[in-house]
């Protein structure tokens, strides 16, 4: 089992930056890619980004690209979403999940955590 616990969520006016972490315990997690994932009220969970289990690898939703950056911190078992320029439309609860290797699919992911609120207001 890997249990992922995210933080970091919270209230930021638009144009603001958060900074999401999502910490790993139990198996070994430098083996695994993370993703994030987020779901607005009223809408489907959809991929944000993901990252490979060395780092050296990302991959971005277009509506992030630019704004949004991964990275992960192997020896403190901890992937980050750093999110600048923030939109109302970034609203939402984001979920960070490993999987075996670097997906942007849901169906792929092996563990997921309960999700972080981020509130974007106008």
């Known amino acids: 089992q890997l249990q992922l616990v995210e933080s970091g969520g919270g209230l930021v006016q638009a144009g603001g930056s958060l900074r999401l972490s999502c910490a790993a315990s139990g198996r070994t997690f430098s083996s695994y890619a993370m993703g994030w994932f987020r779901q607005a009220p009223g809408k489907e969970r959809e991929f944000v980004a993901a990252i490979s289990w060395s780092g050296g690898t990302t991959v971005f939703a277009d509506s992030v690209k630019g704004r949004f950056t991964i990275s992960r911190d192997n020896a403190k078992n901890t992937v980050y979403l750093q999110m600048n320029s923030l939109k109302p439309e970034d609203t939402a609860v984001y979920y960070c999940?490993?999987?075996?290797?670097?997906?942007?699919?849901?169906?792929?992911?092996?563990?997921w955590g309960k999700g972080a609120l981020v509130t974007v207001s106008s």
């Open positions: 999940a490993a999987a075996r290797g670097i997906t942007t699919a849901q169906r792929d992911m092996d563990y």
